[in-house]
């Protein structure tokens, strides 16, 4: 048959997947469009995985003879060589990674070959394939965050006492112990390390056998399968499992929340690094310079660890925004869960990596930051507190130490000699003003204090060899 030109779209030469129902072949612009081999080529390995695993389904269902079944297998396994060898040959009709791999599979075992998608939709074959992709970066993800959990403790310890201001609302409020500063990241990323363990129970479900919407009548066992690919268990329902994207916005939700925490600690860096503060000195190796001022050192790692999270958001609320409103089952719309997802787990695996080297070699400047911290007025609440201990309702105390910090303002009188000089407080308040003496005050459970901090940072190592014990039971 001529080929039709409608609007410049030529026909396709070669045949699609569903040829049987269709007079013509489909559209240039038609497969340019709807086409996801560009980006879903990542999935072979785990689609061959899912593959071998539903012949052997198909085997014990005596659908195919044994030999038909090692004859796939072994068409499957040099697939598999050849995309991962990438001596591949896509032809234009391959629509995706799941097609490809089909038409290779038939063109090596012929007749038996075509036996491959018996029973089989892309639907639930999607589906497996980009559950067990999704499995192993999380896997990868897990690993990454718990290295900058790490990276976190280990300076914690390394710094030992040192102390630098701590501020709410970008003010200087109390001084904290560094270890405070980094423990307090560390525990925020140990919850992404969690949340991230959860998300993978939750997903660790095969949709093998839910076919394109309704099961099979062809007597396949998901359970079987299921097990055999390492999930925990198989679907309950195929309507849902064949259109459930639960997974993907979940693991973007925890990529996202990762992020702003990532996104948190960029933005301390870029503070901390400008001359203005000056706490801490990049490596050169984690720094960048500037095409036109040579005397620039950026903090790029920093920035970009701020600037990935807005990306990681857009790619979570993009993703909830297709989900929307579908109707059961698979709907084509479902083919955009894929680029997000990718997106999103490379560039936060980058982005875990970079920070960590940043963190780990950079110079805290401990002298800055104690400088920074001995401003007097920190003490202020301390001071609030010495007069609770001795019976004065807070309320009071607050209003004696606000005034006596206006006074001194008001006066140009040093702070302390303002306070040395009240009634109520005394010389003996002088002890609270020795540098670092206010830390090391607030011993409650969690707080700065030094043997506070040493309690928690014991906690938050046990929770990292927890974890890793963790990690170890689902890595491959
Ligand atoms: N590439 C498609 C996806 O990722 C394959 C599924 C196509 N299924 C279908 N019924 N047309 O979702």
Redesign the pocket.
């Known amino acids: 048959m001529a080929e039709k030109e409608t609007l410049g779209s030529k026909a396709l030469g070669s045949k699609a997947l569903w040829h049987g129902r269709f007079d013509e072949r489909p559209a240039e612009t038609l497969m340019a469009f709807t086409q996801?081999l560009s980006f879903?080529q990542r999935l072979a390995a785990h689609d061959i995985q899912g593959s071998i695993s539903h012949v052997r389904g198909l085997e014990r269902a005596n659908i195919l003879t044994s030999q038909e079944t090692e004859q796939i297998v072994a068409a499957l396994q040099q697939t598999g060589d050849e995309l991962a060898a990438k001596k591949f040959a896509f032809v234009k009709s391959d629509e995706?990674i799941?097609t490809a791999i089909e038409r290779r599979v038939t063109e090596l075992c012929g007749a038996t070959g075509a036996k491959l998608h018996t029973g089989r939709?892309?639907?639930d074959q999607?589906a497996t394939a980009f559950r067990l992709w999704t499995k192993d970066a999380i896997t990868q993800m897990i690993e990454a965050t718990l290295a900058l959990v790490e990276v976190f403790y280990d300076q914690a310890i390394a710094t030992g006492d040192a102390y630098l201001p701590g501020y709410t609302h970008l003010q200087q409020a109390q001084p904290v112990a560094l270890a405070h500063h980094f423990a307090a990241h560390g525990w925020a990323l140990s919850r992404d390390v969690d949340r991230l363990f959860d998300c993978l129970a939750r997903l660790d479900v095969s949709p093998l056998g839910a076919g394109a919407l309704a099961g099979t009548s062809l007597g396949l066992h998901a359970g079987e399968t299921a097990e055999e690919l390492g999930f925990a268990g198989a679907f309950q329902n195929s309507l849902d499992v064949t259109s459930d994207r639960d997974f993907v916005a979940e693991t973007l939700f925890c990529v996202a929340m990762l992020g702003v925490h990532l996104s948190r600690v960029g933005e301390e860096f870029v503070l901390w690094s400008s001359q203005e503060f000056g706490f801490v000195t990049l490596d050169d190796q984690y720094a960048t310079g500037s095409s036109m001022l040579p005397q620039k050192k950026n903090p790029d790692i920093a920035e970009l660890a701020r600037g990935k999270a807005g990306r990681f958001i857009g790619n979570l609320t993009g993703l909830l925004a297709t989900l929307k409103g579908l109707p059961l089952a698979?709907n084509?719309d479902?083919?955009e869960d894929?680029e997000p997802l990718f997106d999103s787990v490379d560039q936060v695996l980058l982005g875990l990596r970079a920070v960590a080297g940043m963190v780990q070699t950079a110079r805290y400047n401990t002298e800055v930051m104690a400088t920074a911290a001995d401003n007097p007025l920190a003490v202020a609440t301390d001071i609030a507190e010495l007069l609770v201990s001795e019976g004065v309702p807070f309320r009071q105390a607050h209003a004696i130490v606000g005034e006596l910090v206006r006074q001194s303002l008001a006066e140009g009188v040093a702070f302390v000699d303002t306070v040395v000089a009240h009634e109520k407080l005394g010389p003996r308040v002088k002890e609270l003003f020795v540098p670092g003496a206010s830390a090391a005050q607030r011993t409650s459970s969690g707080g700065g204090a030094p043997e506070a901090v040493k309690t928690q940072l014991a906690q938050l190592d046990e929770q990292i060899v927890a974890d890793k014990k963790r990690l170890q039971l689902i890595q491959p």
């Open positions: 996801s879903d995706d799941h939709s892309r639907n999607v698979y084509r479902l083919q894929k």
